[in-house]
């Protein structure tokens, strides 16, 4: 593809429009590490929601689907769709808790749940393994596939690509920290939506297509259905049954953890008050499943008509790298088709929904590294500045070691089982641990090992020619893993009463999962309803699959059900917005 100076100009303005507010607030984020990584706790809820759906709105996640839809259908988006269970479990339950506890970073959780060696442990370790690890390979993913868009639309090589896009994301979050980080998302977000749908819209008009209603009629109906095809059970339990029954609750992945986390909870924790997490986190997830996935879904069925076979699209794009071609190619493939112009604006869209998210993840996997790791046990006692310059060399470091991930990587899809494989089974136990005392530290460490080695024995069997259905895996790496941490539970002491009781009364968690420790420490039970929460979490996933749905259903041309999705969608919506008022009300407005 060639792009006109016009395109260049859009992208360069779009550029720069973004960049502004990470220059106009690089004063006020470096001031110290809490605005450098909490905003001083000063976000309204419609910045962190926003911030949290940018983050998520990447340049791998439009390949992501496309690869699901091209394989098995709409329905393959259950692997993703069924992490709105998680999200609202966190809106509901978790998002006070997490706002109460006024930490810097999620990771200061464990020395205030916990006590002794083995909390320090588990801050350590996970600032290490998550800040860098498993943070890196996160980028690295979202890395390929900003490669494998510049391949196609730029004809640019890895190493160009990587160079390039380095110092961009530096730049961004290394100047202002989470300030500049929210701000930017926001105006990223906005173009990153309007070149998704552009590309929607053109990637329809094409002749093998025929607009909607060529779409529906030239696909498989068994493409099109939300739901797999029943009779090949295989499949229906792999992209339905697994993530709606073990996978939603079990795994920990970054965006979906469940109990909230990453930098899912590092925007709760830059809420101005619990009103505001909550309120932001609700808002997240409603334009995180309802709001974006259209626009991507609909290209990624345009493409199994234009591009039938991957080969079709090395015929188109012959200068395409071998080793990069794969189903999730189709995407970028399907942006030839843009006009001079609204070329450049997808283009400027993909850049603001890649560095949204590279710029995010560069200041939360900084803030573990030098907050729970360099400042807690390296160089305690120095001055906000210098730790303010050591995050922004960390920053620096953190994408040279994602870029050499990033070629070692073939796929998102991929990438997205990989790092679901490695969090499985430790669900569990952070939707626990917040409403019941008993869980401590030797739990933590128990999940976390026993997981991994699982992950890894089947991994390695996977390399030897031995492996197993990504679902039996899953179902025995959480079997192995619960059981792991629930006996080491039984098997170790429990955390002292005083510890229990700090805990206790700065986050206040309801339910009886607490009440040994509200007798002892004599405070009166805690004001949040469970029940009501329960309610909350119904009404608010009803809501989010009826206004999906029910968009699908228009865009099909199928009246009846987008007739009754709407009538769903109202009535829940109208009983959820009552019940978040009643939340509101009850919630701290500091």
Not at 171 to 191: C, E, N, P, R
Request: aromatic fraction near 12%.
């Amino acid at each position: 593809m060639q792009l006109v100076t016009l395109d260049w100009i859009i992208i360069a303005v779009s550029l720069g429009i973004a960049f502004l507010p990470a220059l106009l607030l690089a004063r006020r984020g470096g001031s110290d590490t809490a605005q450098f990584f909490a905003s001083g706790r000063a976000a309204p809820w419609w910045l962190i929601g926003v911030s949290m759906v940018a983050t998520t709105f990447s340049t791998d996640t439009p390949n992501l689907v496309t690869n699901l839809v091209r394989e098995n259908g709409v329905a393959a988006n259950w692997v993703w769709w069924a992490f709105l269970l998680t999200g609202m479990l966190t809106v509901f339950f978790y998002a006070k808790l997490w706002r109460r506890s006024g930490m810097l970073t999620d990771l200061e959780f464990y020395e205030l749940r916990y006590a002794g060696k083995a909390a320090t442990v588990v801050r350590g370790f996970r600032a290490v393994y998550l800040g860098l690890f498993f943070n890196c390979v996160i980028m690295a993913s979202v890395n390929l596939a900003a490669v494998k868009i510049a391949n196609i639309l730029l004809g640019w090589p890895v190493g160009q690509t990587l160079l390039v896009l380095a110092v961009i994301n530096v730049l961004f979050a290394a100047t202002a920290g989470l300030w500049g980080v929210m701000v930017t998302d926001m105006i990223q977000f906005g173009i990153a939506l309007i070149g998704a749908t552009a590309a929607a819209y053109y990637a329809l008009q094409q002749p093998e297509v025929g607009g909607l209603a060529g779409l529906v009629t030239r696909l498989d109906p068994k493409t099109l259905n939300f739901l797999p095809d029943f009779g090949d059970w295989g499949l229906t339990l792999t992209v339905l049954v697994i993530p709606l029954t073990v996978q939603w609750w079990s795994v920990w992945y970054p965006g979906s953890e469940p109990g909230g986390g990453s930098y899912v909870a590092q925007r709760i924790l830059a809420a101005r008050s619990e009103r505001d997490a909550l309120a932001g986190t609700l808002l997240f997830n409603l334009a995180h499943y309802a709001v974006r996935s259209w626009p991507w879904i609909l290209v990624g069925l345009a493409s199994i008509l234009v591009y039938p076979t991957l080969d079709d699209i090395a015929q188109v794009f012959p200068h395409v790298d071998r080793r990069l071609l794969g189903h999730d190619m189709a995407y970028p493939a399907m942006l030839r088709f843009l006009p001079a112009g609204v070329l450049g604006l997808m283009v400027a869209s993909l850049l603001a929904g890649y560095v949204s998210t590279l710029t995010t993840q560069l200041n939360w996997g900084t803030s573990y590294l030098v907050n729970d790791c360099y400042r807690r046990f390296l160089k305690p006692g120095r001055s906000e500045r210098h730790y303010v310059a050591v995050s922004r060399l960390t920053t620096a470091l953190l994408m040279v070691v994602a870029a050499l991930i990033t070629l070692v990587l073939d796929s998102a899809k991929g990438t997205f089982e990989l790092l679901m494989s490695i969090g499985a089974g430790t669900g569990l136990l952070y939707l626990l641990r917040w409403f019941w005392w008993r869980i401590n530290a030797w739990s933590e460490i128990a999940a976390m090992v026993s997981s991994f080695l699982v992950s890894l024995a089947f991994f390695a069997a996977a390399k030897a020619g031995h492996g197993v259905a990504s679902h039996i895996g899953l179902i025995t790496t959480v079997l192995v893993t619960t059981l792991a941490w629930v006996v080491t539970t039984y098997l170790t002491r429990p955390v002292d009463d005083a510890t229990l009781e700090r805990f206790y009364r700065t986050t206040r968690p309801g339910g009886p999962g607490w009440a040994r420790i509200r007798a002892r420490a004599g405070v009166p039970a805690a004001t949040d309803s469970l029940p009501q929460a329960l309610l909350g979490w119904v009404l608010g996933c009803l809501t989010v699959y009826a206004a999906l749905f029910g968009t699908g259903s228009a865009l099909y041309g199928r009246t009846g059900p987008a007739l009754f999705w709407g009538a769903v969608l109202l009535v829940s919506g109208a009983l959820l917005i009552r019940l978040v008022s009643r939340f509101w009300a009850g919630s701290s407005a500091r």
